[in-house]
């Protein structure tokens, strides 16, 4: 069974980092592309970050460029989104995603997380 567990959400002022956690389990983990998604009150689910395979390729939505890190960790099983200057508009809850092989900025990904919940004040 596979399973996608995100941590690292919280409350944190405008300006202030977070780093978010996705511990991936049953399958593997190596053989998966892995993204970041958000989704916001009232909004459609939208694509933040993804990085290939080997961790070697990532791609951004404009809105993160700059200003977030997708990495992952192969031996841990475990991608991250390192977000730094955070803006009141980056709140949502932020869901990983597994798509087996190819990269896509799209939703199309086989496995998805509970999702776990940004909040930045102003």
């Known amino acids: 069974q596979v399973q996608l567990v995100e941590s690292g959400g919280g409350l944190v002022q405008a300006g202030g980092s977070l780093r978010l956690s996705c511990a991936a389990s049953?399958?593997?983990?190596?053989?998966?592309?892995m993204g970041w998604f958000l989704r916001a009150p009232g909004k459609e689910r939208e694509f933040v970050a993804a990085?290939?395979?080997?961790?070697?390729?990532?791609y951004y939505a404009d809105s993160a460029k700059g200003r977030f890190t997708i990495s992952r960790d192969n031996t841990e099983n475990t991608v991250y989104l390192h977000m730094n200057s955070l803006k009141p508009e980056d709140t949502a809850v932020y869901y990983c995603?597994?798509?087996?092989?190819?990269?896509?900025?799209?939703?199309?990904?086989?496995?998805w997380g509970q999702g776990t919940q940004v909040t930045v004040s102003s």
């Open positions: 995603a597994a798509r087996r092989f190819l990269v896509v900025t799209t939703p199309a990904y086989n496995y």
């Open positions: 049953g399958l593997t983990f190596r053989s998966y592309a």
């Open positions: 990085v290939s395979m080997s961790g070697d390729s990532t």
